[in-house]
């Protein structure tokens, strides 16, 4: 089944450099993909794959270095040059517009004319038809955008890629917002491009799905080349440890704590058609884990813990005490933290200091007649920034610089900052990179050592089968199932996860 | 603060645009820097510069109040009438009372009902402006104690009075926005408004408290000019709203909210006054002078948007 992919080079990247004031962004990176290949671009976070990215997408100018293309040097001028060179990148965000339809956003700007002013609609879905077709995407051109799935918009911006005639195609995270079947028809659409001799430079976090789907991997770490190699020829330890340059002796810290008080009760919640009859108890220092799959109701039952989303019926009880309006203030008053699963959204205000964002929960306790005592709000920063390990040039940093593991620190730093007694953490490790998952993961472990009493919701099993003392399972809005940490295993949750028996 | 710091602040650069367009203009016309002239444009700017700190925190919070014209003009026909009807202290304080309740009103509204403040405001200018024609049915209303005029004529150590006036409100308006747990959580909730209520901030009560602040501050213009034209006229402060606008915009504070001050405000509303009075000093129509401060205003802010981008690109 699997097309050996030739040997002729499309893309060659030597001692390619950027610099931007004040840091070196690459420094002399090699990089080739040949034709009808998937490579792998791997590192952490500010390792320099998407300057790497840029540089190819048009929108950065290397400051060395030369890029061949087919044989011939070339030097992008700019994205539209780059696109007309058969060079396509689909980034994180999509660039599509929700209130037109699939054929118009696939040939947005460019769509066939009739007298070069009345759009050819008859022409327009034909073609837009075709490269639907090309990679199997049995959707009508006129369905809004706004109307599909994450997944299915993804396919359309790959229909849109083809549509350039595309002989590179740039994937930056195209997974992150997959479910586990979209992300195999994603694959399956890389493998059928991978015939047509399109090469694909695959960008993710994730190491096992890189290894999955690429024919090679190249790591960056600080901007520098690391290497590249095959990926039958390695394995995740590998590669982490090429990404952090030491290795992660203890990937997922744990440490047996014992379990104290019910510090929360929660019986028969039910909110309709979100989750129904929901009861457990967590207590002091325990880790609970909450697994299912993305829509089975996990994130809507905390959000109604917390109080973002009033539930229908049912009891909470903090310490004993009985939760009566059902809003975050009361919550929050209750010594309960909630670390949002979006936290660029709902967990920061990025144009704001560190400093403003870790006290933002605090300053109710930290003023003097509505006067914030400010050596405090100082002392309170400085404290998170070190006892987390967040870094940062001082607290008065803007948290939009910051990388995505310093920038959850911050969020989980502005609970701490109450004293919290129960800490809701909504897939806290999402798109920050390997070694600052790490590093939550033992603050995590620290945190239950100091009796606080944490429920982790997860998407990814290796995680919270690890860091868990008790794993429930939820399915269509029903805790279907409990583990103990002994006898788990990723099957056992899946078959709870994902069957209806 | 470190020097560099205060360098690179949007207010220092509008600050270095405001002393070049004074030196611009002292070396037109050498009258601009008489005493006399200087004292009747802080006097002009004052009723602007007032209301500007309050809609500086509203449009902190990504909001905006297009009522304030119309509420200085009902509070300014009420004060009339309260007035010469109960005297003085009573009027003073009536009047007051009610553009702080205009604008509770309008916070309570956009925050019940979740409407849109443009719509909300704009529907209030035209309930204020309107209440206050059916009020006066159109006629100023004069005969104003002698005494009353004191507050806009006249000068404590040599300072017109509402000048004074509006130094204590931007000293309080300075304190309130940067040193309080309030304006912590103003610029928290116009920089991410939902992570501000995740994180158990009251987000509405906060919008109330800035639409009621405003509210408040455009009756205490109102008063001043009762004060200082010595009547009461129901069309008093229309199109006010555009230059207190303005004068924020000018300032460097951010339209989608979260960014500014209320240093920035006052500088803005100086040099639309500076500007304002250069024009007739260099004998400009008055036709002109509008064309050029809307000119003002689109390059102020695409300059604001040029230093933006600027600095994006820094990092």
């Known amino acids: 089944m699997k097309k050996k992919t030739s040997d002729k080079h499309i893309l060659k990247m030597e001692n390619v450099s950027k610099t931007f004031p004040g840091v070196k962004a690459l420094n002399k990176i090699q990089f080739d993909l040949k034709t009808g290949e998937v490579h792998a671009l791997v590192g952490e976070n500010g390792a320099g794959k998407s300057t790497l990215l840029k540089i190819l997408a048009g929108a950065y100018k290397k400051d060395e270095g030369t890029i061949t293309l087919d044989g011939n040097k070339v030097e992008m001028t700019d994205p539209k040059h780059a696109l007309d060179l058969g060079i396509s990148v689909i980034y994180q965000e999509f660039n599509l517009i929700p209130n037109l339809n699939i054929a118009e956003n696939i040939f947005i700007g460019r769509a066939p004319s009739k007298q070069k002013a009345f759009v050819n609609f008859p022409e327009l879905y034909k073609s837009s038809e075709f490269f639907l077709k090309k990679i199997g995407m049995q959707k009508d051109p006129k369905t809004l955008v706004s109307q599909l799935s994450v997944a299915e918009q993804q396919m359309v911006e790959i229909a849109k890629s083809l549509s350039f005639s595309a002989k590179i195609i740039i994937m930056d995270e195209p997974t992150s917002a997959l479910t586990k079947s979209e992300k195999e028809t994603l694959f399956k659409i890389i493998r059928e491009l991978k015939e047509k001799d399109v090469s694909i430079i695959f960008i993710s976090h994730i190491i096992e799905e890189v290894l999955e789907i690429s024919d090679r991997v190249t790591v960056l770490r600080d901007g520098n080349y690391v290497g590249t190699i095959k990926a039958t020829d390695t394995n995740p330890q590998k590669i982490v440890h090429m990404m952090v340059g030491r290795e992660l002796k203890d990937f997922y810290p744990k440490t047996e704590v014992k379990r104290g008080e019910v510090v929360l009760e929660v019986k028969n919640l039910t909110k309709k058609s979100k989750y129904e009859d929901i009861s457990f108890q967590l207590h002091e220092g325990e880790v609970l884990g909450f697994a299912g799959l993305v829509g089975s109701g996990r994130a809507q039952v905390m959000r109604g813990i917390f109080g973002i989303e009033t539930p229908d019926s049912g009891k909470i009880l903090i310490k004993g005490k009985e939760v009566k309006t059902h809003s975050l203030f009361e919550t929050i008053k209750m010594k309960m933290g909630f670390v949002p699963e979006d936290r660029r959204e709902e967990g920061l205000i990025l144009s704001r200091s560190v400093k403003d964002n870790i006290n933002i929960t605090k300053l109710i306790d930290i003023n003097t007649h509505g006067f914030v005592k400010q050596k405090e709000e100082i002392n309170i920063a400085n404290e998170y920034c070190k006892r987390l390990n967040i870094k940062t040039p001082d607290n008065k940093q803007i948290v939009q610089n910051l990388s995505g593991g310093n920038q959850q620190k911050i969020v989980i730093a502005k609970w701490l900052a109450i004293n919290p007694k129960i800490l809701i953490l909504d897939d806290p490790t999402r798109g920050i990179d390997v070694g600052a998952k790490n590093e939550i993961y033992s603050l995590i472990n620290n945190l239950a050592k100091e009796k606080i009493g944490i429920i982790l919701i997860s998407s990814e099993l290796p995680e919270i089968i690890n860091i868990s003392d008790r794993i429930l399972v939820m399915r269509e809005g029903k805790i279907t199932g409990e583990f103990g940490r002994k006898e788990v295993t990723q099957e056992k949750i899946m078959q709870l996860a994902a069957l209806r028996n | ?315």
Not at chain 2, 23 to 51: C, D, E
Not at chain 2, 78 to 95: D, E, H, Q, R, W
Not at chain 2, 214 to 240: E, K, N, V
Not at chain 2, 284 to 301: E, K, N, P
């Open chain 2, 1 to 315: 603060m470190d020097f560099k710091v205060i360098l690179r602040s949007t207010e220092f650069g509008i600050f270095v645009a405001f002393l070049a367009l004074c030196t611009i203009l002292s070396i037109a016309n050498p009258n601009f820097l008489s005493v006399y002239n200087i004292s009747t444009v802080m006097k002009q700017v004052s009723f602007i510069a007032i209301m500007s700190v309050g809609m500086t925190m509203v449009i902190l919070t990504a909001g905006i109040d297009l009522s304030v014209g119309a509420v200085l003009g009902l509070v300014n026909v009420l004060a009339a009438l309260l007035i010469n009807k109960f005297g003085l202290a009573p009027g003073i304080s009536t009047a007051l009372l009610c553009g702080t309740f205009l604008g509770f009103v309008n916070g309570i509204i956009i925050v019940k009902w979740d409407l849109p403040p443009f719509i909300v405001t704009l529907g209030m200018m035209n309930i204020a402006r309107g209440l206050a024609l059916v009020i006066t049915k159109g006629w100023p209303i004069t005969g104003l104690p002698e005494c009353f005029g004191c507050l806009a004529e006249g000068r404590l150590i040599g300072v017109p009075v509402p000048v004074i006036i509006m130094i204590i409100i931007y000293i309080l308006g300075y304190l309130f926005l940067s040193r309080t747990i309030w304006g912590r959580y103003i610029y928290a909730a116009g920089g991410n408004e939902k992570a501000t209520w995740l994180s158990g901030v009251n987000v509405n009560k906060i919008k109330i408290l800035v639409y009621t602040i405003t509210g408040f501050l455009s009756g205490l213009a109102g008063i001043m000019l009762a004060s200082r034209l010595s009547q009461g006229s129901p069309i008093t402060g229309t199109g006010y709203e555009l230059s207190v606008i303005g004068a924020v915009v000018i300032g460097g504070t951010d339209l989608m909210g979260g960014k500014g001050s209320v240093l920035g405000s006052l500088i803005g509303a100086s040099i639309m006054g500076v500007l304002a009075n250069g024009l007739v000093l260099l004998n400009v129509s008055a036709f002109w002078q509008q064309v050029i401060l809307g000119l003002v205003i689109i390059i102020a802010v695409a300059g604001g948007s040029m230093r933006r981008k600027l600095s994006l690109k820094r990092e």
